[in-house]
Nanobody, 122 residues
Framework: QVQPVESGGGSVQDGGSLRLSCVIS????????MSWYRQAPGKEREFVSR???????SYGDSVKGRFTTSRHKAENIVYLQANRLTPEDTAIYYC????????????????WGSGTQVTVSS
């Protein structure tokens, strides 16, 4: 079963940085199309970033220039580097895959992680 697992959340001061990670175990030699979303209490879920199976990236307007997403293929890890954090970035951050490329075959399927908390203090 595809099960994204996030880690790396925590509490930082205004202006600080965090690196979040998302791992999907058991799918060696696959490259996942992986997005990050976030949701704060009382707010709608917000798109943060995407890195597709060919390493093309895109970002939500609120994080452009501050956040970057990347992958370490050999370690089967997707990262979200979050810099110059502000209290407005406080939220639960989720990773979600929409498909995977394995041995030249693409398989579609949406799977969500359980999230990791990011808290930014003023």
């Amino acid at each position: 079963q595809v099960q994204p697992v996030e880690s790396g959340g925590g509490s930082v001061q205004d202006g600080g940085s965090l690196r979040l990670s998302c791992v999907i175990s058991g799918y060696a030699y696959c490259t996942f199309d992986m997005s990050w979303y976030r949701q704060a209490p009382g707010k709608e879920r917000e798109f943060v970033s995407r890195i597709n199976a060919y390493d093309t990236t895109s970002y939500g307007d609120s994080v452009k220039g501050r956040f970057t997403t990347s992958r370490h293929k050999a370690e089967n890890i997707v990262y979200l580097q979050a810099n110059r954090l502000t209290p407005e970035d406080t939220a639960i951050y989720y990773c979600k895959t929409s498909g995977r490329l394995c041995g030249g075959v693409y398989t579609a399927g949406d799977y969500w992680g359980s999230g990791t908390q990011v808290t930014v203090s003023s």
